[in-house]
Structures are given as C-alpha cells and as structure tokens.
C-alpha cells in the first residue's frame, strides 16, 4: 500500500465497509484544520497526539490501524 501524498489521495484511500471496498470520500469527511502546536511529554519523553472521530463499532480497527501506521513515523531525535 502506498502512503498518500496529497488530499487526492486520501480521498481514493479505499476502505473496507458493510458493501465492500469503498473509497474513504464516500464514508469519511477530510478536514484540514490549523490548531496551535502543542507539546506533549509523557515520563519526560515527547510524543505525537492523533485524534480522529470514529464509528464507535470501528473503533478498535481504525485504533489498530492508525497505531501500525504510526511504528513508520520517525521523529527528528531517532
């Protein structure tokens, strides 16, 4: 699978629904938003917050899903 790379590509992401494989666009709204930055320390170690709403019978598969996508993203001291 590839990494999206521009809003396009996160609206053909296809997910997997009740009908079969959707693409993201036709269950999912994409907002963009510009929030202050904020710095997150856990046991003095920084960390990335990511939020998302979610279906609540979804829930632990988006969860899965958003945590084995995140074992990819390095951090500027790694």
């Not at 917050?49 to 074992?71: C, F, Y």
Request: aromatic content about 6%; glycine content about 4%; charged content about 30%.
């Amino acid at each position: 699978m590839l990494k999206p790379q521009s809003e396009a590509d996160l609206e053909n992401l296809t997910v997997m629904t009740d009908a079969g494989p959707k693409p993201a666009s036709s269950v999912a709204e994409w907002v963009k938003e510009e929030l202050p930055t904020k710095f997150f320390h856990k046991d003095g170690k920084s960390y990335v917050r990511v939020a998302a709403t979610v279906e609540p019978s979804q829930l632990s598969i988006v969860g899965a899903d958003i945590k084995k996508a995140m074992n990819d993203v390095k951090t500027p001291t790694e």
